[in-house]
């Protein structure tokens, strides 16, 4: 499984960006007021290219701000990964405004360009670029601007609050796939069961007591992943679809049993890629240091260079540069 395949399915189940949980505001807070500064200094018709988009958030963003305010901007949004977020999205108001972008998916920030280099008066990327080869991409990045045009990008910074979350989901991840072994306790407790059509045959499978030590076995373990990590989104989803799938769906066939099974063992091991995926990407000071001097070495001007806060939270850290005229 690669990291595209593991976004690629991320982005299929309609998430407007990767941290609703953390951030369900992100693009409404400090975020969204970043980003509308640098889209209210643009011109009408300005060209806006989002890296990385995802399900289009930050695409979005813009989107609305031109309708409201008549920019008649062209937004294009690309990302390596297959993304349809006009397909996905689950709120039909917004339906207008996703066909307002053109998404390209698919489409790798080091090599994306247009037919018409140096054409683009805003490259954005919220937790975008630092996915990426950044010398190679941000020089991309710089010839695709225009004279004049402003790269922005917020990214991944070890000091962050978000950091410290993933570093806890990879360790619930690893506590829950490869030490209490979670997938394989509930694919042999319900392969134990198997094809049930009736309460009362339930309740007799749940009376044979081998049945019911491997129902301690799987109920201990999740207990296990609950005390160790109580508020980390990986025991939310192990316990969520546990429970939901135990309190109304064992009297089922042993096939759909399989396929429940199935489908939580490669959710979590694709939100474990997503999750090294992004403390990967996540930048150090010394990364930080990196980025400013591949900026420079790509001809761009650094107008900015800081943590990014949202009251007193650090976010992520903040690079604003501009095309020299
Ligand atoms: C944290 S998510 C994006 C978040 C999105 N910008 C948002 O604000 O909701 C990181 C994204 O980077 C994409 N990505 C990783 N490497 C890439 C590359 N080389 N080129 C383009 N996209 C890439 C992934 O597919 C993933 O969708």
Redesign the pocket.
């Known amino acids: 499984m690669n990291?595209?395949d593991a976004?690629?399915d991320f982005?299929k189940q309609g998430f407007?960006?990767?941290?609703a949980s953390d951030l369900p505001e992100s693009?409404q807070g400090e975020i969204g007021s970043f980003w509308i500064e640098a889209a209210s200094k643009l011109n009408k018709k300005a060209k806006i290219l989002?890296?990385?988009?995802?399900?289009g958030?930050?695409a979005l963003l813009f989107a609305r701000f031109s309708q409201k305010k008549h920019m008649d901007f062209e937004i294009h949004a690309?990302?390596?990964?297959a993304?349809s977020p006009a397909e996905n999205n689950k709120t039909p108001s917004l339906t207008p405004l996703y066909s307002s972008i053109n998404f390209h998916s698919n489409?790798?920030?080091?090599d994306f360009g247009f037919d018409t280099p140096g054409s683009i008066d805003l490259i954005s990327?919220?937790?975008?670029i630092e996915?990426?080869?950044f010398t190679r991409?941000i020089s991309n990045a710089a010839s695709q601007l225009k004279p004049d045009g402003e790269f922005r990008a917020i990214c991944h910074y070890t000091e962050s609050e978000t950091f410290e979350n993933c570093i806890e989901d990879q360790s619930a991840y690893n506590l829950a796939i490869d030490t209490l072994q979670i997938h394989d306790l509930i694919s042999n407790f319900l392969k134990s069961i198997g094809s049930i059509d009736s309460l009362s045959a339930l309740e007799k499978e749940i009376l044979i007591v081998s049945n019911q030590e491997k129902l301690n076995a799987l109920m201990s373990s999740i207990n296990v992943l609950r005390e160790k990590y109580p508020n980390s989104a990986v025991t939310a989803y192990f316990v969520n679809n546990v429970n939901s799938f135990f309190s109304s769906r064992l009297v089922s066939t042993a096939q759909e049993k399989a396929n429940f099974s199935s489908s939580l063992d490669t959710g979590a091991r694709m939100g474990r890629v997503r999750i090294n995926?992004?403390i990967n990407a996540t930048l150090s000071p010394e990364l930080v240091q990196r980025y400013e001097r591949a900026i420079s070495d790509s001809g761009l001007t650094l107008s900015n260079s800081s943590k990014f806060l949202d009251g007193e939270k650090i976010i992520g850290w903040c690079f604003c540069a501009n095309k020299p005229t």
């Open positions: 990291t595209a976004w690629s982005w407007p960006t990767s941290f693009y989002d890296l990385a988009t995802g399900n958030a930050l690309i990302d390596s990964a993304i489409s790798s920030i080091e990327s919220q937790f975008g996915y990426s080869d991409s995926d992004q």
